[in-house]
């Protein structure tokens, strides 16, 4: 199964842009890349997906490498409610449906 | 308000004492799916559902099963839980079945064995 690799945590500032790298270099070319950030006692929530091409949002931005081995999520003006764990992943959907979550990374904005 | 609803949101139990962790949304999403989500493993898929009597097994189906008779509902069954089903649950549901949009979780479901 592909995976996917991202730094376990990660720090900013608050209004300064945060990039958040994700490495899926056995990603297949049917594969969504898809974010979702877990508030604290909260559930997963979606943030942004895409296949080939960049993606812009309300929330954030997704840029994906020209290889698609890897993607980057951007928040532009980090505040302090975007400090959560953020995961990178992929949606497989040949064969069986499902979702391959890698570990996350635990993000902290400093006020 | 589009949401999944899962109960009980705590549970505490014992070893072989059969339960089931509701799940329902209001979103009338084809497709649903149950993760468990422990420290060091991250969230992993345990059972998916493409719609109405169609399940399937996700990668920890172990000491699970699900049934989906209706669209809206997706029971997870522990019928002999165990304390290594100590874990706190998430439901999901998402419109369709294909690769891409959005997943809508609940809130989760802390579930303890003794």
């Known amino acids: 199964d592909a995976k996917t690799t991202q730094p376990n945590s990660m720090e900013s500032n608050e209004e300064e842009p945060v990039h958040l790298p994700c490495n899926h270099s056995t990603i297949s070319g049917t594969d969504y890349i898809h974010w979702y950030r877990q508030l604290p006692s909260q559930g997963p929530e979606y943030v942004i997906h895409g296949l080939t091409s960049n993606v812009n949002n309300r929330m954030a931005s997704l840029a994906i490498a020209e290889d698609r081995k890897s993607s980057t999520l951007i928040l532009h003006r980090a505040t302090l409610r975007d400090a959560a764990v953020y995961y990178c992943?992929?949606?497989?959907?040949?064969?069986?449906?499902?979702?391959?979550f890698g570990q996350g990374t635990r993000l902290t904005i400093n006020p | 308000e589009a949401q999944v609803t899962q109960n009980p949101r705590y549970l505490i139990t014992v070893t072989g004492k059969k339960l089931t962790v509701t799940c329902s949304q209001n979103?009338?999403?084809?497709?649903m799916s149950w993760y468990r989500q422990d420290p060091g493993l991250g969230l992993r898929q345990i059972y998916y559902s493409m719609n109405v009597e169609v399940t399937d097994k996700g990668d920890v189906p172990e000491g699970y099963k699900v049934s989906r008779k209706e669209k809206r509902n997706f029971p997870l069954i522990l019928e002999s839980p165990s304390p290594n089903q100590t874990s706190l649950y998430f439901c999901?549901?998402?419109?369709?079945?294909?690769?891409?949009?959005?997943?809508?979780f609940g809130e989760g479901s802390r579930l303890t064995v003794l």
């Open positions: 992943i992929l949606r497989v959907i040949q064969g069986a449906q499902k979702l391959v």
């Open positions: 979103m009338n999403h084809e497709y």
């Open positions: 999901a549901s998402r419109a369709g079945t294909g690769g891409s949009g959005e997943l809508f």
